[in-house]
């Protein structure tokens, strides 16, 4: 089943996002890859992420 983590990102500033996935692992793992996406840097210039489990979702529900 998939949780809810905040994941914050730095970069060179911090990015705090939210994504769905069934561990902190794979939480930052997507968060990641998303913020070099959006933010167009490289993975491997993402210097830290930390993810932690939201007891209650941010995003709308689907």
């Given at each position: 089943m998939l949780k809810s983590f905040e994941v914050t990102v730095t970069v060179t500033q911090k990015i705090v996002v939210e994504v769905e996935a069934d561990s902190p692992e794979t939480a930052a793992r997507v968060a990641r890859n998303q913020v070099a996406d959006?933010?167009?840097?490289?993975?491997d210039e993402v210097t830290a992420v930390e993810a932690r489990e939201l007891q209650q979702s941010l995003l709308p529900a689907a």
């Open positions: 959006g933010w167009t840097v490289k993975p």
